[in-house]
Nanobody
């Protein structure tokens, strides 16, 4: 079993920055890809960014490219999402996800088998 706990979400003005962190515990040695997803009110959950086990591969959805950076520290069991130049459209609950399926990187919810509870990010205009 793997447990994930997100932190760092808060209210921020447009143009500002936030750093989300995801702390993993339990059988962390079984984790391969990790990702950040988000779900805005009335919308489906979508991938934001993903990172491979040893950080050799990353993926970003088009809307956050150049603004968000995903990073991973396996020794500290942390995955962070640095979010810059935030926009009101970035407002959502952000979820950390972990995959033990052996994938190099995952872009779909089905690629992940463990999820955190989510952290709220609100960007005011």
């Amino acid at each position: 079993q793997v447990q994930l706990a997100e932190s760092g979400g808060e209210l921020v003005q447009a143009g500002g920055s936030l750093r989300l962190s995801c702390a993993a515990s339990g059988r962390t040695d079984s984790i391969y890809a990790m990702g950040w997803f988000r779900q805005a009110p009335g919308k489906e959950r979508e991938i934001v960014a993903a990172i491979s086990k040893y950080s050799t591969d990353t993926y970003y959805t088009d809307s956050v490219k150049g603004r968000f950076t995903i990073s991973r520290d396996n020794a500290k069991k942390l995955v962070d999402l640095q979010m810059n130049r935030l926009k009101p459209d970035d407002t959502a609950v952000y979820y950390c996800a972990a995959s033990t399926y052996g994938l190099i990187i995952g872009r779909s919810e089905d690629d992940y088998d463990y999820w955190g509870q989510g952290t709220q990010v609100t960007v005011s205009s």
